[in-house]
């Protein structure tokens, strides 16, 4: 199992970019594998709060580290015009040096990160954007000439460049619901999963049971990661998750939690967890 932060891009803290930069460095300095963050365009919780760009904070993170994997988790593609991320993706992984991990999913609209700017806000319709936007990245990433028309978008022979570093594609974790299953079946085309549950946290059986969904409808053999996340545990409770198929544990700031006391755990770093 590899231990990553979970960190969210707005708040008094964390909607400072030189915070997270910050937060980065003593994630990597201290054993970390992995520094992730989130992404929103607006959070009124309990009131209006200091929102940092996820993409742009990445880029400052890339620059600031040399090992930790990074990325969003999760960006909402359906938010974002599937060709501009394909840039990113590709800039960052290179920035990077092939680090990046990304996270992907349908978001939510709790604070109006779609219906307030005019978007649609429905789940089914974000859905069909997510795949259409899936095969969008994996064809512009390609390198080769690629053309796309689905319902939502459409691409007319374009090629970009540069492809990104890591072959054969910039690593791509997709977010779903335990038991809704649809986004399960659509994880398993790719290279892992953040799964959340429908009533907190995910039990071991669970995760044995989401593995096995995912596993009957994967067409490649690559390797595939499940990625979960709350507070720390202790070792049984991490052996566990990993006997059940847990490649990936996150360490987030929960509810109530100040930000010092969060940020002292990052600085003890993972080992203290390890098995």
Known sequence: MRFAVNVPNFGAVFGDVRVMVSCAREAEDAGWDGFFIWDHVLWL????????????????????TKRIRLGPLVTPLPRRRPWQVARQAVTLDQLSEGRLILGVGIGGDWFGDYSRFGEPADDKTHGAQLDEALAVLEGLWSGESFSYRGDHYVVNDVQFLPRPL??????????????????????????????????GMLSHEQIR?????????????????????????????????????????QLGIGEGEDSDTFRACIRRGPLQFTT
């Not at 053999?221 to 490649?247: K, W």
């Open 209 to 249: 049971d989401l593995r096995a969904y995912v596993e009957q409808h994967r067409t490649s053999e690559g390797p595939f990661d499940i990625v979960i996340g709350g507070p720390q545990l202790n070792a049984e409770q991490y052996a566990a998750y990993t006997a059940a198929g847990v490649t990936w544990y």
């Open 166 to 199: 890591q072959q054969p594609r910039i690593p791509v974790w997709v977010a779903g619901v335990w038991p809704r299953t649809k986004p399960f079946r659509r994880a398993a085309r790719f290279d892992g999963v953040a799964p959340m549950g429908e009533e």
């Open 45 to 64: 919780d309990p009131e209006n709060q200091p929102v940092t760009e996820p993409w742009m904070t990445l880029a400052a993170v890339a620059a600031a």
